[in-house]
């Protein structure tokens, strides 16, 4: 089992949608869980961590964590074709260290 | 604008050659990650250092490549010799581990180097 699963996708969803994407982990301890977003060609950029069960917003951008499920996700509302990217997911594990998935990639289309 | 920099943003090298990459981590950040990148594999990482020490390097071949922080502000990774397989985009990220919870787990990368070995 990998220690973080992520469809690959692509995820493919139109303009003004709502793009769900999910992860799971393996590992108990993890306290944070961060998405990155990766545009092809350039790095892996932070949107958000979440700590706590339960939803975080962040305006378009809302994580849910189920540490029980050892599940966590990321809902965009209202696509937008510039959302269109790979989106990673990352649970922290020992030492400030993240625990990388291999990523969903998202089409958002016009 | 703090920003993670890295250089060189693109290189291309043949077989043989060393290869050195260099990155300047935040100002004030203290942990410094280096990752490889390849569409199968995602992202790898190849050495952690906090406060200039490296913690982890399990994920670096040990024969070829290394890595250092001479200072706060420098790491590097070099490859010697450069394999074909060695081709991947380099990534390097920093943090800063003293602040809780979340925000001391958040990492920031830089561009990346794109390495070509031929």
């Known amino acids: 089992q990998k220690e973080v699963e992520q469809n690959s996708g692509p995820l493919s969803v139109p303009e003004g949608a709502i793009a769900s994407l999910n992860c799971t982990y393996s590992d108990r301890g993890s306290q944070s869980f961060f998405w990155y977003r990766q545009y092809s060609g350039k790095s892996p950029e932070l949107i958000m961590f979440?700590?706590s069960n339960g939803d975080k917003e962040d305006g378009r951008f809302t994580a849910q964590l189920n540490k029980a499920s050892q599940y966590v996700s990321l809902l965009i509302r209202d696509s937008q074709p510039s959302d269109s990217a790979t989106y990673l997911c990352a649970p922290a594990g020992n030492n400030r260290k993240l625990i990388w998935g291999l990523g969903t990639s998202l089409a958002v289309n016009p | 604008d703090a920003r993670v920099t890295q250089t060189p943003r693109h290189k291309v090298t043949e077989m043989g050659q060393e290869v050195t990459m260099r990155c300047q981590p935040i100002l004030g950040h203290n942990t410094v990650f280096w990752y490889r990148q390849t569409m199968m594999q995602g992202l790898e990482l190849l050495a952690y250092?906090?406060?200039?020490?490296?913690?982890?390097d399990s994920g670096m071949p040990k024969d070829r490549f290394s890595a250092e922080m001479p200072d706060a502000t420098l790491a590097t990774l070099k490859i010697q010799p450069s394999e074909p397989r060695d081709s991947a985009v380099y990534f390097c990220?920093?943090?800063?581990?003293?602040?809780?919870?979340?925000?001391?787990?958040?990492?920031?990368f830089g561009p990346g180097t794109r390495l070509t070995v031929l």
């Open positions: 250092f906090r406060n200039r020490a490296p913690l982890d």
């Open positions: 979440i700590y």
């Open positions: 990220a920093s943090g800063s581990s003293g602040l809780a919870g979340g925000k001391g787990d958040t990492q920031y």
